[in-house]
């Protein structure tokens, strides 16, 4: 029984995990041998300050390093090596976003394989998807995915809640639109030219017009087609968690790579739109809104469509830092 991660298991494991998505394919994830084991961290130089910090603190490289983490969990089991996870197992360094520990049950074969190899083929698809309804087995499974990393999927249904998220949503981005310092930000992350990160323009999605059922961030300032630049309606999900602490937040990470990975198993296109999120009065709406006492963690779009395009990603090498002992050891 392997009582300890290698070097080379945590590298082939991390090549998986740096596919899972983050906010502005910023990638605010490190990777760490300790003494055995394997520590998610956040990585402090790929701050988001506005639109990921503000008043949600960390919310959204936690959100990112617990959907890293899944791939991370896939990776390791199917190397024969589960892990065991603690979520923010170290109140004293709070960077440290989860442990994972040989031994522990890895998913079952048939869901778990077919998991990971959605992982190279999942992008965030910004383009319209087709009037074809998403049909009732498919959403039954996205529901259960999520609940079985602890979190809940509320699904939309019906033209006037679709398009009441849908305000919601287009109110939260005028009131980060109106922000310089969210306008900066996505120029920051935005790239014209080969980088390891950020979103290439040519990727990016429209400008958000007054006519969007859902709007899309717009990196590259391009310009929709004229009218509705989207579907009229396509399946809306609101995943959440009982509360809003980091630990919920970093296991509705693992619930929204879940969700993406499943949809994209499936056949299926996603995006998410996470600006009813960042405005706190949007997201108090939005809870009210579907009756829900937990919090509301990310707002995702999913449909029949064209795969979205790939965007690029940093080595291994480069988020993984040198390996330390335990305290004592």
């Not at 976003?97 to 522990?104: C, D, I, N, S, Y």
Request: net charge neutral; charged share 20%.
């Amino acid at each position: 029984m392997t009582t300890a991660y290698t070097a080379a298991v945590l590298e082939k494991a991390v090549a998986a995990a740096i596919r899972a998505p983050s906010m502005h394919n910023s990638q605010p994830w490190r990777f760490r041998l300790c003494g055995g084991d394997i520590e998610v961290r956040v990585d402090r130089h790929r701050p988001l300050p506005v639109a990921g910090h503000g008043h949600l603190g960390d919310w959204a490289a936690q959100i990112a390093c617990g959907a890293a983490l899944f791939n991370l969990r896939l990776a390791l089991a199917a190397e024969g090596v589960p892990a065991r996870v603690r979520l923010c197992p170290d109140r004293h360094d709070p960077d440290v976003v989860a442990r994972l520990e040989p031994g522990g049950a890895g998913p079952a074969d048939d869901v778990g394989s077919g998991l990971l190899a959605a992982v190279p083929r999942r992008h965030s698809s910004r383009a319209p998807f087709s009037p074809e309804p998403v049909p009732g087995e498919l959403r039954q499974r996205l529901v259960q995915a999520v609940h079985a990393e602890g979190a809940w999927l509320e699904l939309v249904v019906g033209t006037a809640a679709v398009e009441a998220v849908g305000e919601l949503a287009r109110s939260a981005n005028r009131v980060l639109e109106r922000d310089p310092g969210y306008r900066d930000e996505i120029a920051r992350w935005t790239r014209s030219g080969p980088a390891p990160d950020g979103v290439p323009a040519r990727t990016g999605g429209p400008v958000a017009e007054p006519q969007d059922l859902l709007p899309q961030r717009p990196s590259g300032g391009r310009l929709g087609a004229p009218g509705r630049s989207v579907e009229s309606e396509p399946l809306v999900a609101v995943l959440g968690s009982a509360a809003d602490t980091g630990t919920d937040r970093t296991a509705a990470g693992q619930a929204l790579q879940r969700l993406l990975l499943t949809a994209t198993d499936a056949g299926l296109a996603a995006s998410m739109l996470s600006q009813p999120i960042e405005v706190p009065a949007a997201r108090e709406r939005l809870r009210t809104a579907l009756g829900r006492f937990g919090v509301p963690q990310m707002v995702v779009r999913i449909g029949y469509g064209q795969p979205g395009r790939p965007t690029p990603r940093r080595e291994p090498a480069a988020v993984i830092d040198a390996p330390t002992s335990p305290a004592g050891v």
